[in-house]
């Protein structure tokens, strides 16, 4: 009987660590992006409709990128001053912070790039 014992808190133990390791493996690590954060992506303005839509030609070979422009939207020149009214024009180089929300890129700043 002590065996048998044994041979169960053995099993017992190796499943807890593993479960415990898969725990640990999965958690995010203070290097992670922080999701609520948003990302950024840098592209040439290809069509922009104040107030509306954003899409840009990113640098990385892809379709162009699509961005629903929040009513709060930011327009920062390079220096980080904020601008009233961008006039973005074509092939103009930007920066875009923007989060995912329902399935859509909504920028919230566009920071404008000195060539």
Known sequence: MPVRLASR??????????????????QSTSSSPDPKAGAETTGTVKTYTPGSILILDTLAP?????????????????????????????????????????????ADRVTLIKE
């Open 9 to 26: 808190t053995i099993s017992l133990c190796a499943i807890v660590l593993l479960t415990l390791g898969a725990f640990t493996y999965a």
């Open 62 to 106: 892809s379709e162009p990128t699509q961005f629903k422009l929040s009513k709060s939207v930011v327009y920062v020149d390079a220096d980080g001053k904020t601008l009233e009214a961008p006039g973005l024009t074509t092939n103009q180089k930007v920066r875009v912070h923007y989060m995912k929300t329902a399935g859509e890129n909504v």
